[in-house]
C-alpha cells in the first residue's frame, strides 16, 4: 500500500505532462468542496492506531483514492487517512493541551482531497473533537510562599495569593480552594475580578497575633478540580511573627523581704530579684537599677548588680560613724533593652539583725483581727470623740536579764500628731488620741509600735495595727454633681432603659448613709419617674420637641435614717432633659401667596424675590428644598422662571418683555431632602410676579402714515375761526408715564406763516385763516411733527409728516370747461420758503411723478370694486367724481383751544373739498348746488334745503343742503385714508372709514 500523502514528480516534464497537471491544477480549482463537515470524535491520550472514523462510508468505486490536504491546527503526524480505505486513525498520542492550549473546544479540521481514478474528484471537511481527560491536575506558581508578620499586625490584612492553574478544559479546570485546618487566626478568600473576569485568591488575617504564644503558622492551601476523580493541588505557606516590644519585665514576686546581720561584711548579697520578659532579643533581655530615691537615701549602703538583679551591700550597717535602721525599704526597676521600654518595679524590704539578742515581744489587747486586713491588729475608736480618748493597751514582754531586757517603746513619727503612746509604769503603755477624728476624711490609721532593749547592741522589735474610726450618723446626703444633663429622642415611646441616674453620698456608713430619690415639685409626674433606691430617672410617654424642647426640674434625695431631732434631711440637685429632634415635622410657608415685581428687560438671573418656608425641626432636619411648578399649557412662565432650591430665591431665566405678558402665576412647593419620594407632602404657596414697565417702546404713529398722511382745506374758508385739520393719532406699547404721548410741531411752521396749532395732549392740529390765508401761489404746508413718549430717564420719540392741501382756483365758484380734462396738480403751486422757481420745479415734478404711481395702483384696485362701494363716496351712485373729508370737530372753551370731544353726540364739523374738475359731472345735473360749503359754517345752513340734499336721479351730493345732525358721529377709533382715484374728467378724492 502505498504512503498517501507521497507524490513523485519525474525530474523532467515534457510538454504535454505540463500541460496535463496545469488541466489538473484547474481541475482541483473548480473541484466541488463540501460545505457541510462530516463530524467525529476521539478522546485525548487516545493510542497511536487508534480508530476515529470512516470517511468512505457512503462513498461507491474502487478506483476512489484519499489524502489529507490540510490540517487545522498544522500538527504534522496528528491523523493518518488509509489512501484506499479512506479509514481515519490516531497518528500518534493525542495530547489536547498541547493541541488547542487554552481553549473550551479543542476542534481539529481536515481537508481531505477524494480523487476518482486519480483525478481529483472533491475535498470533505472533516472535524474531529477532542474530548478532553482530566490528566492535569491544579498548579501553584510557588509552592512554597514564605511571609514575616509583625505581631502588632492589625486585623483585616489580606495578603494576595497566585491562583493555581489547571491546563485542562474548563470543565475539568479548578473548581474551589480550601485551607487545611489551622489554629491560626487566619481566613483563606477567593474572589473573582470584575474587571478582568478572573479568579483571585487572598488570605485575611482574622485575630490578633501573639509572638510570645505562636511565633510561626504553617498553612497549607489546596486546589481542587472539577474532573472525575478530582485531582488537587498545594501549596505551603509559611508565616514567621516578627516581635515588637509589647511586653514590660515582670518579678517573679510583689515584694521581697530580706534579715541581714548588722555586722554583715561589703559585697554581702542579700537577696536576689527575678523579673522575666518573654520579648525576644534586645526586647526581653533585662537590666535592673535602683529607683531615684532609694539612690538617693540608700545608695551608700546597697546597690543592684546590673545584669543578675542581685541587692548587695556596700559597707557593714553598723560600721562607725554611721547610723543603721531597723529596716531598709528599697524600690528595685527592672527594664528590657527594647525600644520604648517600660520599666517595672518592686520593692525589697531589709531587716536589721542584731547577732545573738532577744527582742522584746509587743501585745497589744482589746483588738480583734478582721479578714480585709489581713493579720494586722485593729482597734476602734468612735468619730468625734473627746481629745485624749482611750485606744488601746500595750504590754511588752523581754526574757532578758539586766539592761537586755528593759525596753523602751514608742510609736512611728507619723502618728505624732494624732496618737500618743503613754506608760502606765514596767513595760506598761497606753495609746490615746490626741484630737477628734472625722471617720468620712479618714477611717482608717496604720501605727507602727516600735520597742528596744536596752542591750549591746539593743534589740527592737515592732508592731504594726490600725485604728479604725467608727461611724456616727453625722452627714447629709450629697450629691455627686449639682447638676445631670440627659436627652430622650422625641416620638420615642416609653423606655425601659433610665435616661440618667442621678447619684447622691451619704458619707456615713452603713444604714446611715442609705438614700431616697423622689421628684421635685417642678417635676411632671406624668412625664417622669424615678426609682427611689437606685435614682434612675424614667421617661412614661413619648415627648415632641416642637411642644417641648427641654425639661428642668430637681430631684431630692434624703437620708433614710431619722435623725434624733425627728426629720430626714434633705437635698436637691438639677436635672436637664433634653429633647432631640427627629426629622417629623414638614416645611411650611409664612404666607400663602406672595407678590413680587420685577422689571422688564433685566438680564437673566435678576432675583425676582424670596419665598420663605419654615421648618420647626433643628438642623439638619430643618432644611428645605424648594421647587417650582407651573401650569402645563403656561409654557413661557415655565421657562421664564427658576428658583434656588436652598435659598428661596425665585429668578430671571430670560429677559422678561412685559408688552408679551405682564403677569406670571406660579407655585412653589416645598419638599424634604431625605424624604425623596415626598410621602409626607409639602406646602404649597401662590407666587404672583408683575413685570414693571421699562420704557422700551418709541411711540407708534397711527395718523397720518405712509399711505394716509394729506388733508384738504378751502381757501375762501371764513377768517377768524380757528378750524380743526386733523386729529393726529399714535399709542405707545408701553404703561403709566412712559405712555404718556406729547405732540410738537417741529417744522414747516415757520415765523411767516404760523398759522398752525397743535394740541400736545390729545393731537389735535388746528389752522387758523386769518393768520395766513394762502394766496393763489400757496396750494400746500409740509407739517413735520415729533410725538415724545414722557419715560423716565430716557424719553423715545417717533416723527411724521402731514401735507396740507389748499384750493388753488383764482374764484371760488367759478369753473372753465376747458379745463376738464387736466389733472389736478396739488404741488403745482406751492412755494417753499425762498428757494426760488428751481425748487419749485424740482417739488412740481416730484409730485407730479407721485400721482402718476398713485393713480396705476389705485386705478387697478379700485376699478372692480367701484359699483360695489358707492354708498361710501359722498356724491355719486355711479363713479361721480368728489371728494369728502371728515375729520374731528373741535371744542372751543373761551378763547383757548379746548379738548376734542370725540364720544359725545354732539355734531360735527364736516370738510367737503371739490375741485373744479370734480365737480363737472354733478354741476350739470344738479346745478341748484353751486357754492362750497366751509365746513366750519355747518350750523348755518337753511333746513328747508335739508329735503334736497340728494338728486333722485343724479346721485350726487348737494353739500349745502347736509345737515350735521343726520351725519354719523365719528368715533375714537375712526381713522381716515385719502384716496385718489383716475377717471376721464379728471382726479376725485374719496374718504372711506377704516
Same mark, same amino acid.
Given at each position: ?86 479509514? @481515519? ?706 424719553? @423715545? ?189 379728471? @382726479? ?7
Amino acid at each position: 500500500m502505498r504512503d498517501p500523502m507521497t507524490y513523485h514528480l519525474p525530474v523532467r516534464l515534457t510538454g504535454w505532462q505540463v500541460a496535463a497537471l496545469l488541466l489538473l491544477l484547474l481541475q482541483f480549482l473548480l473541484t466541488d468542496v463540501s460545505c457541510l463537515p462530516a463530524k467525529y470524535r476521539c478522546q485525548e491520550e487516545s493510542a497511536e492506531g487508534s480508530f476515529v472514523a470512516n470517511i468512505s462510508a457512503g462513498i461507491d468505486g474502487s478506483t476512489v483514492g484519499y489524502s489529507i490536504f490540510r490540517t487545522v491546527p498544522n500538527v504534522s503526524e496528528m491523523f493518518r487517512l488509509d489512501a484506499d480505505s479512506g479509514r @481515519l486513525t490516531v497518528g500518534r498520542r493525542l495530547d489536547r493541551e498541547a493541541i488547542c492550549p487554552q481553549k473550551d473546544n479543542c476542534v481539529v479540521v481536515l481537508d481531505v482531497a477524494i480523487s476518482n481514478s486519480a483525478v481529483l474528484s472533491h475535498i470533505v471537511k472533516v472535524e474531529v473533537t477532542v474530548d478532553d481527560v482530566n490528566d492535569n491536575e491544579p498548579r501553584f506558581g510557588d509552592v512554597i510562599v514564605r511571609k514575616s508578620l509583625l505581631e502588632s499586625t492589625p486585623e483585616s490584612l489580606v495578603l494576595e495569593l497566585s491562583p493555581a492553574v489547571d491546563p485542562d478544559s474548563p470543565a475539568n479546570g479548578v473548581s474551589g480552594y480550601h485551607l487545611e485546618e489551622t489554629d491560626g487566626p487566619f481566613r483563606l478568600e477567593v474572589y473573582r475580578n470584575r474587571i478582568t473576569n478572573t479568579v483571585g485568591l487572598r488570605l485575611l488575617l482574622t485575630g490578633r497575633l501573639d509572638r510570645e504564644k505562636v511565633n510561626r503558622y504553617d498553612l497549607r492551601v489546596k486546589a481542587v478540580d472539577a474532573g472525575q476523580p478530582p485531582r488537587t493541588g498545594a501549596m505551603t505557606i509559611e508565616i514567621d511573627v516578627t516581635d515588637v516590644n509589647d511586653n514590660s519585665p515582670r518579678f517573679a514576686n510583689g515584694t521581697y523581704e530580706a534579715t541581714l546581720d548588722s555586722d554583715a561584711p561589703a559585697g554581702t548579697t542579700v537577696i536576689q530579684v527575678m523579673a522575666s520578659d518573654p520579648d525576644e532579643g534586645a526586647n526581653g533581655q533585662v537590666r535592673y537599677y535602683l529607683a531615684k530615691r532609694s539612690r538617693v537615701l540608700y545608695g551608700g549602703v546597697f546597690e543592684v548588680r546590673e545584669d543578675s538583679g542581685e541587692v548587695v551591700t556596700t559597707r557593714r550597717l553598723n560600721e562607725t560613724g554611721t547610723r543603721m535602721l531597723a529596716s531598709y525599704r528599697l524600690d528595685v526597676v527592672a527594664e528590657d533593652r527594647g525600644e520604648n521600654a517600660i520599666p517595672t518595679q518592686t520593692s525589697v524590704r531589709i531587716r536589721t539583725k542584731s547577732v545573738n539578742r532577744q527582742a522584746p515581744a509587743i501585745r497589744i489587747s482589746a483588738v480583734h483581727h478582721p479578714s480585709n486586713l489581713s493579720s494586722l491588729s485593729v482597734v476602734e475608736i468612735s468619730e468625734n470623740n473627746l481629745p485624749m480618748a482611750f485606744v488601746c493597751h500595750v504590754t511588752v514582754g523581754d526574757d532578758d536579764i539586766g539592761p537586755s531586757g528593759q525596753v523602751t517603746c514608742s510609736l512611728d513619727d507619723d502618728s505624732d500628731d494624732d496618737f500618743r503612746l503613754v506608760s502606765m509604769g514596767e513595760k506598761k503603755f497606753k495609746v490615746v488620741a490626741l484630737r477628734s477624728f472625722d471617720r468620712e476624711v479618714k477611717d482608717l490609721y496604720a501605727l507602727t509600735l516600735t520597742c528596744a532593749d536596752l542591750g549591746t547592741p539593743p534589740m527592737t522589735s515592732q508592731e504594726r495595727f490600725v485604728v479604725r474610726i467608727d461611724d456616727v450618723d453625722d452627714n447629709e446626703p450629697r450629691f455627686v454633681r449639682p447638676e445631670y444633663d440627659c436627652s430622650v429622642v422625641e416620638n420615642a415611646a416609653a423606655a425601659v432603659a433610665p435616661l440618667v441616674r442621678v447619684q447622691a453620698v451619704d458619707p456615713d456608713e452603713g444604714f446611715n448613709g442609705e438614700v431616697e430619690y423622689s421628684l421635685g415639685s417642678d417635676a411632671d409626674s406624668r412625664i417622669f419617674r424615678i426609682d427611689v433606691r437606685t435614682g434612675d430617672l424614667f421617661v412614661l410617654r413619648s415627648l415632641d420637641r416642637e411642644t417641648m424642647d427641654s425639661y428642668e426640674f430637681h430631684v431630692r434625695a434624703r437620708s433614710s435614717k431619722v435623725k434624733a431631732v425627728g426629720s430626714a434631711s434633705e437635698v436637691t440637685c438639677l436635672v436637664h432633659v433634653t429633647v432631640l429632634d427627629v426629622d417629623d415635622e414638614r416645611p411650611r410657608f409664612q404666607n400663602a401667596t406672595y407678590k413680587f415685581k420685577v422689571a422688564e428687560n433685566e438680564n437673566s438671573g435678576t432675583e425676582v424675590g424670596r419665598v420663605k418656608a419654615v421648618d420647626l425641626d433643628l438642623p439638619p432636619n430643618d432644611r428645605v428644598v424648594y421647587r417650582l411648578e407651573f401650569v402645563p399649557e403656561d409654557h413661557v412662565t415655565a421657562a421664564s422662571f427658576a428658583i434656588d432650591p436652598v435659598l428661596g430665591i425665585v429668578y430671571t431665566r430670560q429677559v422678561l418683555d412685559r408688552e408679551a405678558i405682564s403677569h406670571h402665576t406660579m407655585r412653589v412647593i416645598t419638599t424634604d431632602p431625605r424624604d425623596i419620594s415626598n410621602a409626607t407632602g409639602g406646602d404649597v404657596t401662590i407666587v404672583f410676579v408683575e413685570v414693571d414697565d421699562v420704557n422700551d417702546n418709541a411711540p407708534v404713529v397711527t395718523y397720518p402714515t405712509a399711505g394716509d398722511d394729506a388733508v384738504h382745506l378751502v381757501r375762501n374758508a371764513s377768517s377768524g375761526r380757528r378750524r380743526n385739520v386733523a386729529n393726529l393719532t399714535a399709542y405707545d406699547r408701553d404703561v403709566g408715564p412712559n405712555a404718556d404721548l406729547r405732540y410738537s410741531i417741529v417744522g414747516g411752521n415757520d415765523d411767516r406763516r404760523r398759522s398752525y396749532l397743535l394740541d400736545p395732549r390729545t393731537g389735535s392740529l388746528f389752522w387758523t385763516p386769518e393768520v395766513t390765508i394762502p394766496g393763489a401761489d400757496h396750494c400746500a404746508d409740509v407739517i413735520d411733527i415729533v410725538v415724545r413718549d414722557n419715560g423716565f430717564p430716557v424719553t @423715545l420719540t417717533s416723527s411724521t409728516r402731514l401735507f396740507v392741501f389748499f384750493d388753488c382756483e383764482e374764484e371760488e365758484g367759478e369753473e372753465d370747461d376747458e379745463d376738464d380734462d387736466e389733472i389736478d396738480r396739488p404741488f403745482g403751486d406751492v412755494t417753499l420758503g425762498h428757494n426760488g422757481p428751481s425748487l419749485f420745479f424740482v417739488v412740481l415734478i416730484m409730485a407730479m411723478v407721485l400721482l402718476v404711481l398713485l393713480f396705476v395702483v389705485v386705478v387697478a384696485k379700485v376699478g372692480g370694486r367701484r359699483r360695489g362701494r358707492s354708498d361710501h363716496v359722498i356724491g355719486s351712485k355711479g363713479g361721480g367724481a368728489t371728494a369728502a373729508f371728515d375729520v374731528a370737530a373741535a371744542r372751543y372753551q373761551g378763547d383757548g383751544l379746548g379738548p376734542v370731544n370725540r364720544g359725545s353726540d354732539e355734531t360735527l364739523s364736516g370738510l367737503v373739498i371739490m375741485g373744479d374738475a370734480q365737480l363737472d359731472n354733478c354741476s350739470r345735473e344738479n346745478e341748484t348746488n353751486e357754492q362750497k360749503k366751509i365746513p366750519g359754517q355747518a350750523d348755518e345752513i337753511d333746513e328747508s334745503t335739508s329735503g334736497n340734499e340728494r338728486d333722485n336721479d343724479s346721485g350726487c351730493v348737494d353739500v349745502s343742503a347736509v345737515e350735521t345732525k343726520e351725519r354719523p358721529p365719528v368715533s375714537r377709533d375712526d381713522q381716515f385714508q385719502i384716496h385718489f382715484i383716475g377717471s376721464e374728467s379728471g @382726479l376725485s378724492s374719496r374718504c372711506h372709514s377704516n
